[in-house]
């Protein structure tokens, strides 16, 4: 799911309300931030899920914005050029208070339904956290949020080449981890069994 503004309406309107708070038009910003809110808090969440720390966070990020509205230059959509800001003043207050990312939810569409749904999103979440940062962060924009390359690159600030690079290593880190993990809470498991038999 996609948490940016797609229309070009909006981008247009979005691009108006960011000249005017260049302009230091607080009701421009006023507007922008009401309309951003709830989506960069939605976006946000998929880090951390403490709610304060995302409040802070999107304060900051709208800061940012009305501090440096005149270097938008249209060169992407303003959503994208918001959102960039958002995850890099995340990742600055992720790694200052040393928090780890937070693994995603949404692992529905990897994994089947029940028990066995369950044991395999705590596998999933298990191998997400072992991640670094920005491995993490690149997977959870394309598989979670449906972003490209190119966008994600533009919201982590960095080549779309290394985007690709830390996607590679991301994957080819899963596919070591899951299957480790699945073995030790079948051994787990299998231990609990036999202590009840």
């Known amino acids: 799911m996609k948490f940016t503004q797609n229309?070009?309406?909006?981008?247009?309107?979005?691009?108006?309300?960011?000249?005017?708070?260049?302009a230091r038009d607080r009701v421009a910003f006023r507007r922008l931030y009401d309309r951003y809110r709830r989506t960069l808090m939605l976006?946000?969440?998929?880090?951390?899920?403490?709610?304060?720390?995302?409040?802070?966070?999107?304060?900051?990020?709208?800061?940012?914005?009305?501090c440096k509205a005149e270097r938008f230059r249209g060169e992407s959509q303003p959503s994208t050029w918001i959102h960039g800001i958002a995850y890099r003043q995340a990742m600055k207050r992720l790694q200052r208070r040393d928090?780890?990312?937070?693994?995603?939810?949404?692992?529905?569409?990897?994994v089947?339904?029940?028990?066995?749904?369950?044991?395999?999103?705590?596998?999933?979440q298990a191998a997400l956290e072992e991640l670094p940062y920005e491995?993490?962060?690149?997977?959870?924009?394309?598989?979670f949020h449906g972003?490209?390359?190119?966008?994600?690159?533009?919201?982590?600030?960095?080549?779309?080449?290394?985007?690709?690079?830390?996607m590679f290593h991301a994957r080819l880190k899963l596919r070591q981890r899951l299957p480790r993990l699945a073995e030790a809470a079948i051994c787990t498991s299998g231990a609990e069994g036999a202590e009840v038999s």
Not at 7 to 21: F, G, H, K, N, V
Not at 112 to 124: K, L, M, N, Q, T
Not at 135 to 141: D, G, K
């Open 7 to 22: 229309t070009a309406e909006t981008a247009e309107s979005d691009a108006l309300l960011l000249q005017r708070i260049a």
């Open 43 to 66: 976006f946000l969440r998929r880090f951390n899920h403490r709610t304060d720390l995302l409040d802070e966070i999107v304060n900051d990020t709208m800061y940012v914005v009305w």
């Open 99 to 110: 928090a780890r990312l937070d693994a995603a939810a949404d692992v529905e569409a990897v």
């Open 112 to 124: 089947e339904s029940g028990e066995v749904h369950a044991e395999r999103s705590d596998w999933v």
């Open 135 to 143: 491995q993490r962060a690149v997977l959870e924009l394309t598989y």
């Open 147 to 166: 972003h490209s390359c190119q966008e994600i690159a533009d919201l982590m600030g960095c080549p779309v080449n290394t985007v690709k690079t830390r």
